[in-house]
């Protein structure tokens, strides 16, 4: 199917082809080969990895000592040109103040076209609408929370924006699919060497883990920190030899910002309801067992599961092998008591999670390289027994959207949801609606993981279990916990809010979502 | 009849969008129906939400008006609660705008419900309906008195009205908390026609207030066409009370149980309320033997701290041990802490057992004297240890035939 598609004004001719779930996807985009999703396992890559130049030592300090004057200097040294793509890290959450400065400097120096390359966004960076106006920025390949995913949705960027999980987009930085010219890192603390870790300063985020791809395959990188030590600077998350600029700032983060959010357990009795219903599942079907796996996330609802988890296990007397972090102070007392024996973790939500990965041996650092890159030889998350994951919306077929509302914003990054599923049982606990939009639908507004890969969905009302999980179904036969099927779940939804009426949006697309191994598996269209 | 100029208001909306929705009706002389919608779910019930208002308007025959709604997600019956509130206001009608009944809503009570658990809701907070019921306390109170500031009394009452028809409780006993006095009795015409199963007559000091919401019960339920039950439960909340505590909890064969509010009682009392409750012992006594001599349940008041589980686990423990069968909860968190601390313990099911199998085996021999081991049971004892039993059975914690592979 030819189709024109809107890009900056301009309209192009595309071809869209249907994806192995059923969207409708463009072969190409911002002028760059697309592939369409072609189902889980599909697409196996023939090409070799990337690689950056080779460098030479003789265009560095023999000091070691690669310390600029500041941002603005180290940038120019880098060589900021028009077009240029330029990676940051998300570390730092809503209190990154590094990124909007690199864009304030970018639009001071009058650069234009620049592609930024976030691993995520927060709503702090609604300070970069203006130079997505005004042309310095042309589109953002990352995901996008809040303020930048409403200014996307609403079709104001220049190109088309492109959401990857964090495994996503390590595998993309390494088979070249993107190349950083400058990458950015905020760190906590480093030397002028380069080495650099989160772990101590001020602008303690824990984990600098999203940064190390950035570090690697970037023809340029840059280390800012507020906290410049002496070298060398241990432990070294970031390696000094990837360095080629280190800049000192006042500040590069806001504290309170950086470990803000979604970190305290819910009191929200229906999600305390849901997590509950959660964790009894989970015992019933027998998935806490000595020496189990889990991963959850971040969330006030996910924090409870994992409260209600070490209820069971203490109960029981068993315990962990190993829990996926996101840490955060409910995890760490869960490893400093015994029930997990060792955190691997991914990113850092708190203090206690940061002053326990600098402490505890078994509190151990991952990057997407090591926990979900799909183009490797294996990763930790299909090792993981069971990830508890959030959703905006779920299908009848069990394909789940994290990125979209039902009114078609693009409000919510991906994170590592799409590479979570790869576990052995994947749980949706959702509320069955939310303001009366019914998140149990005949068809999500966007496939971000496929129904296949979700395994079961806890509503307040009642869990269904994906039809293909046979065994779990077997497990759960007469079980005092409400099972009931999905279709039964979005009746009940409708029952109560009544049926929506149908969306309308545009034909112009304005973000892309990739899956794991970078091809397409749905396209965000313009709200009208 | 139409006046121009007249405005009427309804329904909770902050700045950040919370709350259910809020409508304004203003009256005009002529231009038709102006209506304007900002909702959070527009672009999905935009229509319907609409076409539901439009029917209300014609519904009490309004034909010219400036209809202005912020909506955050309400659900169909709320909307038109609040349109209904502010149309009231400006236009003179004795007609009620009602949703058919939902199907789930007509299940019926009866008078030996348990009551370890019944959850307050405020009336004029719909948000917090959706979801009470599946929390499962045993009953769920819709409360028009104190949890509603006083100027926004009069459009709960449409809240709670529909609530009743169209919000499903799950089984839980259908409960309304009227007002005192006239307002009161004013309330009960909202409720009584829509299958509310159990009223609470609050700060209740005397027979003669029971009597007058019963009379008016009667004269609404005559009016349309009632028959059914519908139980009492008065709250005593003053020393007075107290003190009349037997004359109310007799006052009619409709009244299931009486509760004690604690707040109020100790406030009338001028004393602090305690964790450890010894300043209301007294009274709370008073009333605990009031309705075991008039034979209806008695029910604590609510514990306040919604956080502590641990001491509203041991208050539930004291209030039983003291012969209360129940008690209000302010927060779902509690009603599994009051679930668990008023059912039976193991302990008290064994021993219930041993006494209930030693009657039965008693009364199989044609013996009418009953022993355990070398005791004699009174019957009184026998059939106390019965009701243990029975409410074991009821809540799955023992099997119906419990006897089949009793040892004793």
Known sequence: MEYYLKIGGVIMSVKLIKNAVGRMVPTQINGEEAIPFMGIGMFVPKNRKYNSKIPTNANYPADGNKKGKDLKDALVKAGLANGMRISTHHHFRNG??????????????????????????????????????????????????????????????????????????????????VHIDIAVIGAACADSFGNANGLAGNSASGLLGFALADSQFADKVIVATDNMIAFPCVPWQIQGNFVDFTVEMDQIGIPEEIVSGTTQITKSPDRLFIAELTAKFCEEAGIIKDGFSFQAGAGGTSLAISEFFGKIMKEKGIKARFARGGSNKYLVQMLEEGLVEYILDGQTFDLEGVRSMRENANHVWTSPFTSYNYHSKGNFAGMVDVAILGATEVDVNFNANVVTHSDGYLLHGIGGWQNCLFSKTVILPIPLFRNRIPVVRDEVTTICGPGELIDVIVTERGIAINPLRKDLLEKLKGSCLPIKSIEELKKEAEAICGVMDELVLSDEIVAAIKWVDGTIIDVVRKVL | MELGGQI???????????????????????????????????????????????????????????????????????????????????????????????????????????????????????????????????????????????????????????????????????????????????????????????????KCESRAEIDRVEEEIAKIKQKVNLIRDIFLMPIIETALGVENAYEIASASRNIVAMAIGLEDYTA???????????????????????????????????????????????????????????????????????????APNCDEIERAKKIVNAFYEAESMGLSVVSVGTKMVDPPVVKRQLKVLELAINLGILPKDWRSDYVG
């Open chain 1, 96 to 177: 990154d103040l590094l990124a909007n400065k690199i864009f304030d400097i970018a639009h001071e120096l009058g650069v234009k076209d620049l592609i930024w390359f976030p691993s995520a966004s927060f709503p702090c960076h609604e300070h970069l609408i203006p130079y997505l106006e005004d042309g310095t920025i042309s589109r953002i390949e990352g995901s996008m929370n809040g303020p930048l995913g409403k200014f996307c949705s609403e079709g104001k960027m220049k190109g088309i924006a492109i959401l990857r999980s964090h495994g996503g987009r390590y595998q993309a930085i390494q088979d070249g699919e």
């Open chain 2, 268 to 342: 009338d009392l001028g004393v602090q309320r305690t964790n450890s409750g010894a300043e209301s012992l007294y009274g709370r006594m008073r009333v605990v033997n009031a309705c075991h001599a008039a034979k209806i349940q008695a029910i604590d008041s609510v514990f306040s701290d919604v956080g502590d589980m641990q001491a509203l686990a041991e208050n539930v423990k004291r209030s039983k041990s003291l012969g209360f069968q129940g008690m209000g909860c302010i927060h779902p968190r509690q009603i599994s802490v009051i679930h668990e601390n008023f």
């Open chain 2, 8 to 202: 009427g208001t309804a329904g909770n909306f902050d700045a950040n969008g919370k709350g259910d929705c809020f409508v304004s009706i203003e009256l005009k002389q002529s231009e038709g129906i102006i209506f304007k919608l900002e909702s959070k779910v527009k672009v999905f019930y935009g229509k319907s939400i609409e076409a539901l208002c439009r029917s209300i308007l014609s519904f009490f025959s309004v034909e010219n008006a400036l209809v202005v709604i912020n909506d955050s997600g309400a659900l169909p019956y709320v909307i038109a609660a609040r349109l209904e509130s502010a149309i009231k206001q400006v236009v003179s009608s004795n007609k009620d705008f009602l949703f058919d009944f939902l199907p789930d809503n007509l299940y019926k009570s009866n008078k030996d419900q348990f009551r370890f658990s019944r959850l307050y809701l405020p009336g004029n907070t719909p948000y917090m309906m959706l979801n009470a019921g599946i929390h499962k306390p045993n009953g769920i109170i819709l409360d028009l008195e104190d949890a509603v500031a006083v100027s926004k009394k009069n459009e709960a009452r449409y809240i709670v009205r529909n609530a009743l028809r169209s919000q499903n409780f799950y089984g839980a006993e259908r409960m309304v908390r009227i007002n005192q006095g006239q307002f009161g009795l004013e309330d009960l015409t909202f409720i009584v026609p829509h299958n509310v199963h159990l009223i609470l007559i609050p």
